[in-house]
């Protein structure tokens, strides 16, 4: 089965932006009231920087697309808060993607959310249990949900394409989703992940484990859920309708939000220890997150805790990486939640430190009840994941089974856009923590760029990538980002379905190993993955940008159960 | 260090200053203090659990591996017993000693500055507060190879 999300999109009924803009502003849903001129765009660029003359006046090569078009947003119900929702084993939860009304910084926009929540409901089990979600389709495009790190059956892994078809506007699709992990999870669509996901489609799973001291002791929690939204000052910008926009590096967003809204807040006591749960489900930004210099422990990622707790400056969160921490507000007042990171300007060839703050943590005087200082000090080490680990540690040092090269193709790109980046490739960031450019990023589309995971071996690319392995086979990967392809980036590559180690980056082996399914591989790296593949399926393996995963970066990794020969 | 273990680390080593430069390589130049020496250097991100070393207001964070070979005594060039790394910011106001570096292969660091010279001078001990002795090798990091494009041909026309 191959992966068609483009072609249901154009065959979805709701589809409606018909025309393909020659201008700027013309025919742009959410553009009114913008002005062209020589050297201005409709979409926002950085400070200090201006668009290239040679791409005045260009759009990108599609129809554009928001949702619930020609629907007056007020006459759609307002967006809540992301409610618990506690399940047993054996529940059933009935989940609605739907059209809502959200308010972002006083405007009113037509988006999406689940059952009438921003994010989703935070469904919380425990580990080991079982549940049944009737999932209802009541946008106007084709959907899905994928159990984002669940370690599920396969059949429900939500992959269209892969898995299953793409849930058709007035559908529905049941799954029934198991928990062997302890952690913090989410769901979000499998198709056109750049509209469905960015318009509000994304929720957390809480899985508890049974041990009431699985992690150091802490006196609340909060679930964050990080995004991000491209305006033009109160205006959304338009998404591309046939195929992603933005093909190159992503949208990157420039209002941040938390649990969908950009003014986070929280209270705490003074001495409170806060254990905060965060996903990244931005399309394309990385996350580097501190809390106003207080101090912060990280305990777990993705799939499991660390082998042993560490002391950390910051949080570094890659699209649809998880992370579980611990901050301790130790002083009373305000406690910014910043993401600090340094921007490249290519137009001044200059780094420039940008911080957001994406939210306020307001530490009154009264002293935390319990005191959990003098666990929050100590860094616990956690034994069973070391023993669990140490099962696979024998592959840590031996050659790759399978190696792919991230890289890019492109053509048809505009010629300025072509220019620039050929002559402005001396240097690569690790790292693109912003959208640097962003009217050639816009510009391209998925029909231009063709995102690529190379097998080193065969040299097939992408879904013609055949790999079989067996159920049970522990299978060693080795990814390397080309720094030489046309426009190197990070790329956060998810695997679905199983759990794997990283356990080299660049030939320095990981000392503290944790259970991921998402991991970042920075431009010109080397990252070794050790991959438990235990669950049988066909699972996909992608690029987590969402508009990487848009442009072609994905395949497939066959897990073929242990009974059956190949 | 067994002879073999010399000869592959030597192999290594001149593998490295023989490679084509990368986004996390570093070519240094030699001086008139030292006209012979040759040397490179390649930028280790550090570690992290996230897979990223950087620091809290986002810049990356790299340990510093250098290699070099043909560097004289450090006495025949004055009074001085060590040789010494240093990054500096490309205005030179402000540098930071990563570690003392010798013929062979020496990691130095923390290095979080986002554009850097790498330095080595000759010094009276490997652990100066400032640097007052001759450079004998020095590199600019892979990030000083950003340009601006302020007055390129493609922008021709635009005021800032």
Request: with cysteine; aromatic share 8%; glycine share 10%.
């Amino acid at each position: 089965m191959r992966r068609r999300p483009l072609a249901l999109l154009v065959a979805s009924a709701a589809w409606a932006t018909p025309a393909v803009a020659q201008h700027p502003t013309h025919g742009m849903p959410g553009m009114a009231g913008m002005h062209d001129s020589s050297h201005t765009m409709p979409i926002p660029m950085p400070a200090g920087m201006v668009m290239m003359p040679g791409l005045v006046g260009l759009t990108p090569g599609v129809t554009t697309f928001l949702p619930g078009h020609g629907i007056d947003p007020a006459d759609l119900p307002a967006a809540r808060p992301g409610a618990v929702t506690p399940l047993d084993d054996g529940d059933t939860l009935d989940l609605t993607a739907m059209l809502l009304r959200r308010t972002i910084h006083g405007r009113a926009f037509a988006m999406y959310g689940f059952n009438g929540q921003v994010p989703g409901p935070l469904i919380r089990v425990r580990q080991g249990a079982t549940i049944t979600v009737r999932f209802h389709n009541h946008i106007d495009l084709p959907s899905s949900v994928h159990w984002h790190g669940v370690r599920l059956d396969n059949r429900y892994d939500g992959a269209v394409g892969v898995t299953q078809q793409a849930v058709a506007p007035g559908g529905d699709f049941v799954y029934t989703v198991r928990f062997p992990d302890a952690g913090i999870y989410w769901y979000h669509p499998h198709v056109r992940e750049d509209v469905e996901q960015s318009m509000g489609l994304f929720g957390n799973m809480v899985v508890d484990a049974p041990d009431r001291d699985y992690y150091s002791p802490a006196n609340s929690e909060q679930v964050l859920i990080l995004g991000d939204l491209l305006m033009q000052a109160d205006t959304l910008i338009p998404y591309g309708g046939e195929a992603p926009d933005f093909a190159l590096m992503g949208r990157v967003g420039n209002v941040l939000l938390v649990n969908g809204e950009p003014d986070y807040a929280l209270h705490a006591h003074r001495g409170d220890v806060v254990r905060f749960y965060l996903t990244n489900a931005a399309s394309s930004r990385t996350y580097n997150l501190s809390f106003g210099g207080a101090p912060i422990k990280v305990l777990a990622s993705d799939v499991s805790r660390f082998e042993h707790e560490a002391r950390v400056r910051s949080v570094v969160l890659g699209p649809a990486e998880r992370y579980i921490v611990e901050v301790r507000f130790d002083r009373p007042g305000r406690h910014p939640l910043l993401n600090s990171v340094q921007a490249i300007n290519h137009f001044r060839g200059e780094f420039e430190a940008q911080v957001d703050t994406l939210g306020m943590v307001t530490v009154d005087s009264t002293p935390a009840g319990p005191d959990h200082g003098a666990a929050f000090d100590s860094l616990r080490a956690n034994p069973a994941v070391s023993r669990d680990v140490d099962r696979y540690r024998r592959w840590f040092d031996t050659p790759p089974d399978k190696r792919l090269t991230l890289t890019v193709r492109t053509s048809g790109l505009p010629l300025a856009t072509v220019q620039f980046m050929t002559i402005d490739t001396a240097y690569y960031a690790p790292v693109e923590w912003v959208d640097g450019m962003p009217d050639m990023n816009w510009l391209s589309t998925s029909r231009q760029v063709h995102w690529i995971l190379r097998d080193d071996a065969t040299g097939k690319e992408n879904e013609a990538i055949d790999w079989h392995v067996k159920e049970g086979s522990v299978v060693k990967l080795r990814l390397f980002n080309d720094p030489r392809a046309f426009h190197p980036m990070q790329h956060p590559i998810h695997l679905h379905g199983q759990r794997m180690l990283v356990v080299a980056r660049d030939g320095v082996p990981t000392l503290n190993h944790v259970w991921k399914d998402t991991a970042i591989v920075p431009v010109g790296s080397t990252v070794d993955l050790v991959i438990d593949a235990s669950n049988p399926g066909a699972w996909m393996l992608h690029c987590h940008i969402a508009e990487h995963l848009g442009a072609g970066m994905m395949t497939v990794l066959h897990v073929d159960p242990a009974t059956t020969a190949r | 260090m067994t002879q073999g273990r010399w000869r592959l680390a030597a192999f290594a080593a001149g593998l490295l200053l023989l490679s084509p430069v990368g986004p996390y390589d570093i070519k240094l130049f030699s001086t008139a203090a030292a006209p012979g020496a040759r040397g490179a250097a390649r930028l280790i991100p550090n570690g992290s659990p996230f897979g990223i070393g950087v620091t809290a207001d986002g810049h990356a964070s790299y340990g510093v591996r250098i290699t070099a070979e043909k560097l004289p005594r450090p006495d025949r060039l004055g009074r001085f017993t060590a040789y010494v790394a240093w990054a500096a910011t490309p205005d030179l106001t402000q540098w930071v000693r990563l570690g003392p570096a010798r013929n062979g292969t020496s990691t130095v660091g923390p290095v979080e500055l986002n554009k850097f010279l790498l330095v080595i001078t000759a010094e009276a001990d490997s652990a100066p507060e400032k640097h007052t002795g001759p450079t004998v090798l020095h590199g600019t990091s892979p990030s000083g190879w950003l340009q601006s494009f302020l007055t390129h041909p493609l922008f021709r026309g635009i005021s800032q």
